[in-house]
């Protein structure tokens, strides 16, 4: 799996022309959703991974009448201009997206077409995908995304060796955490890898622990725009818990002048200076690419811990739940694009996505998994993922982009002590939600 794609905040310029013409694709770029051209363009995010996404648009064009085109956007510009062309003549038919608050403004501005009709005609757009995961793309109890793409659930990794030497198995509760976190300070090394410099690694901490404590309800009253729900005693807790974990020296003293992004984080780990990273899945991979004979060996994973009297089902899981297909509403092509969709849980679908690491979220994912790379990997994942109950978006893409930024400064000065509890709780009560 690749390395998680961070998301800009929305800009909005007024380039639209030329934002257009820079498409770059297997497509032309022209043409659209209200510039009718005979065609449905599908627009996604620029990377390796469009091999795949050809090879569908291939598939789909060898039996339909009504032609798609991939168009594409190099990934460090993808929302930007996304953003741009959304409500011109040129935006697309179909778009890619990460559900949750990175369609909410467009939900809003009603630009996207709920997909109750097509579901109606065709159940299996719903049914053929994990509950955790499809839900991630309904707003406001309407459906607006087909999931595409693969699971990027968020785990605890861990050096074995490292580990076995300060004779500690990885944790399933919170106290378990904690006393990790003692006996490997008393070997010498940092107990937990934290690319604090990055700032959403960090992020990943309150969401996982802030669930486990309160369950997935607080979060949501909160992204629906009831700020009270920073002020509950849950909350509260979490941080508290959260502030033991950095004074107890978890993450060492200078976790802010490392990054994930750099391979700083994972070279901590792998090293052997290091014990543990909460990160998303990709990380197995990135081990792979920058250390390949640790991830063979050395590299382990759990699930996030439990927390004692907490809320939350311990099975939850938090992270980066799929990306989405997305349709606008004018689109002149709705059949053509429902039948597009179908194949988003198809055996071809499915069997691609696995073939270059991708772990797809479909009820039939299961039967291939025996096929995948990394078999063993991928099925603690799925099975992770499907026996989830609740599958928390992360706070970050959850949100609206336009609250990405301040969000991220509250979490980084709580973490650094430079806000107390209070603090933080003010900050999140004034971040945008819509």
């Known amino acids: 799996m690749k390395t998680r794609a961070r998301l800009p905040r929305l800009i909005a310029t007024g380039a639209t022309l030329a934002l257009a013409l820079s498409l770059s694709a297997c497509g032309d770029g022209n043409g659209g959703a209200s510039a ?3 065609k449905i363009h599908i627009l996604v995010y620029g990377d390796a991974t469009n091999k795949i ?10 039996t339909s009448d009504v032609k798609a ?13 996304l953003q741009t062309i959304i409500s011109t003549p040129q935006a697309p038919d179909v778009f890619f997206n990460w559900g949750g608050g990175s369609i909410k403004p467009f939900v809003k501005a009603d630009l996207l077409l709920p997909l109750d009709d097509f579901i109606k005609k065709n159940p299996e757009l719903e049914s053929k995908f994990l509950p955790s995961v499809f839900n991630n793309a309904v707003v406001d109890g309407k459906p607006y995304g087909i999931p595409m793409r693969g699971t990027q659930p968020v785990l605890l990794f861990h050096n074995k060796n490292v580990l076995k030497k300060a004779g500690v198995q ?3 509760t919170w106290d378990e955490l904690l006393n990790a976190v003692d006996a490997l300070k008393d070997e010498g090394v940092t107990p937990i890898a934290l690319g604090g410099g990055d700032v959403w690694p960090t992020q990943m901490w309150f969401q996982y622990l802030f669930d486990r404590i309160a369950g997935p309800e607080l979060f949501a ?11 509950a005693p849950e909350s509260k807790k979490a941080l508290k818990m959260i502030r033991e974990l950095v004074d107890a020296g978890a993450f060492g003293k200078n976790y802010d002048s490392v990054k994930y992004t750099n391979g700083g984080s994972v070279a901590l780990v792998a090293q052997g200076k290091a014990g543990f990273e909460l990160m998303g899945s990709w990380y197995y991979s990135q081990q792979l690419t920058d250390h390949p004979d640790f991830a063979e060996k050395g590299l382990g994973y759990s699930a996030f811990p439990t927390v004692e009297g907490g809320k939350g089902d311990p099975k939850n899981v938090a992270g980066n739940t799929n990306n989405y297909y997305s349709v606008l509403k004018k689109t002149k092509h709705p059949e053509a694009v429902a039948k597009f969709l179908e194949l988003m849980y198809s055996d071809e679908f499915v069997k691609a996505q696995l073939d270059v690491g991708n772990l797809t979220t479909t009820t039939n994912t299961d039967e291939f998994i025996e096929t995948s790379a990394t078999p063993e990997y991928s099925r603690f994942q799925y099975d992770l993922v499907a026996n989830a109950p609740s ?6 893409q959850a949100y609206p982009q336009s609250a990405a930024s301040d969000m991220h400064k509250a979490i980084q000065q709580f973490f650094n002590g430079q806000l ?9 009560q004034a971040l945008p939600t819509e």
């Open 53 to 62: 996404e050809k090879q569908i648009v291939d598939k789909f064009n060898e």
């Open 420 to 428: 107390d509890a209070d603090g933080f709780i003010k900050a999140m």
């Open 221 to 231: 009253k909160a992204i629906e725009g009831d700020k009270s729900a920073w002020e």
């Open 391 to 396: 599958f928390q978006l992360s706070w970050d």
């Open 36 to 38: 009718d051209d005979g």
């Open 69 to 81: 085109v991939l168009d594409t956007i190099p990934g460090a510009d993808y929302q930007k201009k």
């Open 170 to 172: 990885p944790p399933k």
